[in-house]
């Protein structure tokens, strides 16, 4: 008669159980490099075809409605009418709401600026170009702001990586990452600087009288919604292309003696 196996205390074969099967590596669903990451925030921003035309064609159609009609509350009008058709397409179809809010939350900070100039006793060509000027003051205020975190040695796309892995500043003591990191950041701030560059001093000609006011408005249309567009997509290429061999651990794991 064979003896007995020894058991150790536990050992699942006491109860009738299976011993346990090892498991496969686990696949994190978050991004695990910095790469992957960026890559992930390009998309959520530029939303693909659809989230572009959500945010480019209310801007659009207020341009056109204005150089067509020249009447600001149509203008207003057809805007927030095309921002609403896009809203109900999104709800009927229960998907994200995210670029359509970014569109109706631009056509309120406009509609408001419109109406400001208005009560200050502006020409409805001025209102028109009141309507440009929230764009192009945000597109400045983030441009400045992370120009100064790169020249500061802290750029943005570092804290994205802390939003992450729920260290705000362990980035920043790897160089490599900080970098990288510093390249991103001047890449994604690009189109909007060289927006504020072009259509500031268009919209400072427009207002002060220099060159016709509807022909500002056109100029600020086409720069806006066609030439913005498509600088951004070139400047998120250059980013990814920037993070084409994907490598960049998104954290380091200290090594163990």
Known sequence: MNPEPDRSPGDPRESGGEAPKAEGPRVEATPQTV??????????????????LEAGLPGLAFTVLWLIVKDIQVALIGGAGVAAVAL?????????????????F???IGWGVVRLAQSMGGSEQE??????????????????????????GWPFFGFLLGSVTGDALAWHEDKQIVKLCARLTWLFLAPGAFGVAIQGPIWLLGWSGT?????AVLLLGIL??????????????????????????????????
Not at 35 to 52: P, Y
Not at 94 to 100: E, F, G, K, P
């Open 35 to 52: 790469e992957a990451l960026v890559r992930k925030r390009m998309s959520d921003s530029l939303g693909g075809r659809r989230g572009m």
């Open 224 to 257: 806006r919604t066609g030439l913005g567009w498509a600088l951004r997509i070139a400047c998120y290429g250059a980013m990814i292309w920037l993070l084409a061999r994907n490598h960049t651990p998104l954290e380091r794991h200290p090594e163990t003696a």
């Open 88 to 104: 109900v397409i999104r709800l009927v179809q229960r998907s994200t709401l995210q670029y359509v809010a970014n569109a109706i």
């Open 211 to 215: 060159i016709d006011p509807d022909l």
């Open 127 to 152: 209102q028109a170009l009141a309507f440009f000027l929230p764009g192009i003051l945000i597109s400045l205020c983030y441009t400045v702001v992370m120009a100064a975190s790169c020249l500061a």
């Open 106 to 108: 631009g056509i309120l």
